[in-house]
């Protein structure tokens, strides 16, 4: 089984920036598409962004999109999110997963991220 370990989150001022970071125990890291996910108090968890198993390929949610930068590196089994221009809406627990077919499986802890208004 695959496990991932999210870090990075904080507390930041609006328009500040942080970077999260999702490392994978798992040999087979390359193998899969990867996933951001936040869900902020009282919503539904919702995906932030999408990242193919070679990172050639991406998506973001509009809400999202300009300001955050999903990537992977397979040598270090990890995935990033690169989050600039941060905006109080965007405070949130960050979690990271694994694609699989349709679902997706292996959530890490979370890590949060706030953003005072």
């Known amino acids: 089984q695959v496990r991932l370990v999210e870090s990075g989150g904080g507390l930041v001022q609006a328009g500040g920036s942080l970077r999260l970071s999702c490392a994978s125990s798992?040999?087979?890291?390359?193998?899969?598409?990867m996933g951001w996910f936040r869900q902020a108090p009282g919503k539904e968890r919702e995906l932030v962004a999408r990242?193919?198993?070679?990172?050639?390929?991406?998506y973001y949610a509009d809400s999202v999109k300009g300001r955050f930068t999903i990537s992977r590196d397979n040598a270090k089994n990890t995935l990033y999110l690169q989050m600039n221009s941060l905006k109080p809406e965007d405070t949130a627990v960050y979690y990271c997963?694994?694609?699989?077919?349709?679902?997706?499986?292996?959530w890490g802890q979370g890590t949060q991220v706030t953003v005072p208004s």
């Open positions: 997963a694994r694609e699989l077919g349709s679902s997706w499986s292996d």
């Open positions: 798992g040999r087979t890291f390359s193998s899969y598409a």
């Open positions: 990242i193919n198993w070679s990172g050639s390929n991406t």
